[in-house]
């Protein structure tokens, strides 16, 4: 019984003066890096012994930011929830990582025209919590956003912040999103050095490959680049899915570690802003009811496309194969994915176990 009484120590509630100066620093972030998979790291941990960090909720949930992106949605513009067959409903989370205007810091910086998100992900949890999707959507989707016509997908976020990148997904998607989180890059490196380091499997030059030991600083400098890549932009995404998974599987093995987790806790709470009903009770709902839930039961995939092209002005843009991805959608928003994966096993750009 000693470690929880020593984590609710670690996790003690801050002072006014600790918490603005916190806020103060994280509202002087320089240019961030797209952390999109921090709240889907998170809430796609799932295991025994959890629950005991929850304990120390208003610590916790005093920690994150709070923004309300649906308050302006028309609600009969929106798709329609499947229906509820057993005790729990599927989850779909929008995670967004945004440049330096606006962060998990100060989500109430966003300017029209000052900023676009730097990667874009839906998370998918199903309703029997056996399985779950994390499929990032290529930042240079040419896409159409409601009112403004045809553009790539993350300047919804620059005309009109998280309310039309909802709007937006969801018009492209026919997915009803419950959820959304933003953040940015200083979240990538706290959270992987909260857990000590990650291991990620990368080619070892002789054919084989090997699990190399990063850093947040090396893991960061890892997801970052892109021109070294033969495949540019979408290799920069499986690097970063690689990131994501590395994290699940190292929260999995070390949830028994009441100060790594503390650690880790503190770290994803303090690096996100996410939307009112996204609570620590919510979040501790969605742990529980997927505790058997490994990285195994995951798939980490990108958006189906074609390739890359030119819009009409001459912009560089990435076409969407809207042939696969539109049924990909379709069985996320009826909650069928294991089923569509099965049965669909061309077309699909999923995260294999080694990254280049």
Same mark, same amino acid.
């Given at each position: 019984?000693?470690?929880p !009484?020593r984590m609710?120590?670690?996790?003690?509630?801050?002072?006014?003066? !600790?918490? @603005?100066?916190?806020? $103060?620093r994280?509202?002087?972030r320089?240019?961030?890096?797209?952390?999109? #998979?921090?709240?889907?790291?998170?809430?796609?941990?799932?295991?025994?012994?959890?629950?005991?960090y929850f304990?120390?909720?208003?610590s916790?949930?005093?920690?994150?930011?709070?923004l +309300?992106?649906?308050?302006?949605?028309?609600?009969?513009?929106?798709?329609?929830?499947?229906?509820?067959?057993?005790?729990?409903a599927?989850?779909?989370?929008l995670?967004?990582?945004?440049? =330096?205007?606006?962060?998990?810091?100060?989500?109430?910086a966003?300017?029209?025209?000052?900023?676009?998100?730097?990667?874009?992900?839906?998370?998918?949890?199903?309703?029997?919590?056996? =399985?779950?999707? $994390?499929?990032?959507?290529?930042?240079?989707?040419?896409?159409?956003?409601?009112?403004?016509?045809?553009a790539?997908?993350?300047?919804?976020?620059?005309y009109?912040?998280?309310?039309?990148?909802i709007?937006t997904?969801?018009d492209?998607?026919?997915?009803?999103?419950?959820?959304f989180?933003?953040? !940015?890059?200083?979240? #990538?490196?706290?959270?992987? +050095?909260?857990?000590d380091g990650?291991?990620?499997?990368?080619?070892?030059?002789?054919?084989?490959?090997?699990?190399?030991?990063?850093?947040?600083?090396e893991?960061?400098?890892?997801?970052?680049?892109?021109?070294?890549?033969?495949?540019? !932009?979408?290799?920069?995404?499986q690097?970063?899915?690689?990131?994501?998974?590395?994290?699940?599987?190292?929260v999995?093995?070390?949830?028994? @570690?009441?100060?790594?987790?503390?650690?880790?806790?503190?770290a994803?709470?303090?690096?996100?802003?996410?939307?009112? $009903?996204?609570?620590i +009770?919510?979040?501790?709902e969605?742990?529980?009811?997927?505790? +058997?839930?490994?990285?195994?039961?995951?798939? #980490?995939?990108?958006?189906?496309?074609?390739?890359?092209g030119?819009?009409?002005?001459?912009?560089?843009?990435?076409?969407?194969?809207?042939?696969? #991805? @539109?049924?990909?959608?379709? $069985?996320?928003?009826?909650?069928?994915?294991?089923?569509?994966?099965?049965?669909?096993?061309?077309g699909?750009?999923?995260l294999?176990?080694?990254?280049?």
């Amino acid at each position: 019984m000693a470690a929880p !009484d020593r984590m609710g120590d670690l996790l003690a509630a801050p002072n006014p003066v !600790d918490r @603005d100066l916190r806020h $103060a620093r994280r509202t002087r972030r320089s240019k961030g890096f797209a952390a999109w #998979f921090v709240v889907g790291a998170l809430l796609l941990v799932g295991g025994g012994g959890t629950a005991a960090y929850f304990g120390y909720r208003m610590s916790l949930d005093n920690n994150l930011e709070r923004l +309300d992106p649906f308050a302006e949605i028309e609600p009969s513009t929106r798709p329609t929830a499947p229906p509820v067959a057993g005790p729990t409903a599927p989850v779909n989370i929008l995670v967004l990582g945004s440049d =330096s205007r606006i962060s998990a810091g100060d989500p109430s910086a966003w300017e029209a025209g000052a900023q676009r998100t730097d990667a874009i992900m839906l998370v998918h949890l199903s309703a029997d919590r056996q =399985s779950a999707a $994390a499929i990032s959507i290529p930042r240079d989707s040419w896409v159409p956003i409601p009112g403004h016509g045809e553009a790539k997908i993350n300047a919804a976020f620059s005309y009109g912040g998280p309310t039309l990148m909802i709007q937006t997904v969801e018009d492209l998607t026919g997915v009803r999103i419950d959820h959304f989180a933003v953040t !940015d890059f200083e979240s #990538f490196t706290s959270l992987t +050095d909260a857990l000590d380091g990650v291991e990620i499997t990368v080619p070892d030059g002789e054919g084989g490959s090997v699990r190399q030991a990063m850093t947040g600083e090396e893991a960061l400098a890892f997801t970052r680049e892109r021109y070294a890549l033969a495949n540019g !932009d979408f290799g920069r995404v499986q690097r970063q899915q690689a990131w994501m998974r590395a994290i699940v599987a190292k929260v999995n093995n070390n949830r028994s @570690d009441p100060l790594r987790m503390t650690r880790f806790f503190e770290a994803v709470t303090s690096s996100v802003a996410v939307d009112e $009903a996204l609570t620590i +009770d919510r979040i501790q709902e969605l742990f529980e009811s997927a505790r +058997d839930l490994s990285t195994n039961d995951i798939t #980490f995939m990108t958006a189906p496309y074609t390739g890359t092209g030119r819009s009409a002005d001459g912009q560089s843009i990435v076409v969407l194969d809207r042939a696969v #991805f @539109d049924p990909l959608m379709q $069985a996320v928003a009826t909650d069928e994915v294991p089923d569509f994966l099965a049965g669909t096993p061309e077309g699909l750009d999923l995260l294999p176990a080694v990254v280049q």
